[in-house]
């Protein structure tokens, strides 16, 4: 009997062993993360962050923050949530469907009147209060919070009821965002960080509208009922209070 032909399957086994083990490793722990349109790419990039720190790997779901706090309320499995604004997370306390001790706002947000047309925003505040405004995009006032400043913003210079047949409603600032990109839209009220995002790849023109024109866009983020024992989820949260995290959100557009 010879046992060479053994010796070799002994040997192939043992190199496979390692990855039979790794295959058969538990899962990394996980969290689903419910993100305002608007911090999607930010969420994404500290996601990234806080797994390589970690080892905890977030999922990130994007929509508008009226579409998210219906699917919350609806049962979508979701641990946590960071909100376009402070009321909604708030809100969720109130119905008992998230922690009131994680409770806390994460960034604030400005609102930019753009266009990818370079020569177009030359003087924001005159073209907002005196401009010919042929289409202005926003994101839906009554699911966006930015498009709630966007509207209270417009009030602010008194075109609201003028404007309101030319507006490009997207049901998200992303949507809206893309109206503009696209050119269905000349010009848009969006958020900071998605401009930032836009002029890598179209320089356009833009203005920061004063913040004193609409109330503050604070977000807030909340941990949901389903995360209550998610390690993942409860960490990501502390992760965001960190100089590091705030650091990176400041990078993004935010105050």
């Not at 604070?218 to 705030?246: C, M, W």
Request: proline content about 6%.
């Amino acid at each position: 009997m010879t046992y060479k032909p053994l010796l070799a399957t002994i040997a192939l086994l043992a190199g496979l062993l390692p990855g039979i083990a790794c295959a058969q490793k538990k899962p990394q722990v996980q969290a689903r993360v419910a993100v305002a349109s608007n911090f999607a790419d930010a969420a994404r990039q500290l996601a990234n962050d806080y797994a390589r720190q970690s080892g905890h790997r977030i999922e990130i779901s994007a929509a508008s923050t009226g579409k998210l706090y219906a699917q919350i309320r609806n049962g979508a499995p979701f641990d946590a949530m960071l909100s376009a604004d402070a009321d909604t997370p708030r809100k969720l306390v109130a119905e008992g469907l998230a922690d009131a001790d994680t409770l806390h706002d994460y960034a604030t947000g400005r609102l930019v009147l753009w266009s990818r047309d370079p020569a177009l925003v030359k003087d924001g505040e005159a073209l907002l209060r005196k401009g010919t405004i042929t289409r202005l995009s926003i994101a839906n006032p009554e699911l966006a919070p930015y498009g709630e400043a966007a509207r209270e913003a417009l009030i602010h210079v008194r075109r609201w009821d003028e404007l309101k047949p030319r507006l490009v409603m997207g049901e998200n600032v992303g949507q809206a965002a893309q109206f503009v990109a696209s050119g269905a839209a000349p010009l848009g009220l969006l958020p900071r960080s998605l401009v930032q995002v836009a002029r890598k790849t179209t320089p356009g023109s833009g203005w920061d509208v004063p913040a004193a024109w609409h109330a503050p866009i604070v977000q807030s983020a909340v941990l949901l009922e389903r995360g209550r024992s998610n390690a993942a989820a409860r960490g990501f949260l502390l992760y965001l209070r960190s100089p590091a995290a705030q650091k990176k959100i400041r990078a993004f557009g935010y105050d």
